[in-house]
């Protein structure tokens, strides 16, 4: 029987929730050597900040936001 692996990303936003982002779609992705800032889209029409530091992956956060506040960070 033939094995499959997965390319899953599962992570845990600040707010608790738990996510794949392998199954979002990657609207905005910037990385310089120290760590990438990428804004992935969920099918439910939230989004995901994903900030990822290379250097130690404990400080990662991931910050869900819905279509509300992403319209307040649009304004600011």
Request: proline share 3%; with cysteine; aromatic share 10%.
């Amino acid at each position: 029987m033939p094995t499959t692996t997965s390319n899953r990303e599962l992570i845990t936003t600040t707010c608790g929730r738990q996510l794949d982002l392998s199954t979002t779609e990657l609207v905005i992705e910037r990385s310089n050597s120290l760590f990438s800032y990428n804004i992935h889209k969920l099918t439910s029409g939230e989004y995901v900040i994903a900030e990822k530091f290379y250097a130690n992956p404990f400080n990662n956060r991931y910050i869900l936001l819905n279509d509300d506040q992403i319209e307040l960070l649009r304004h600011l």
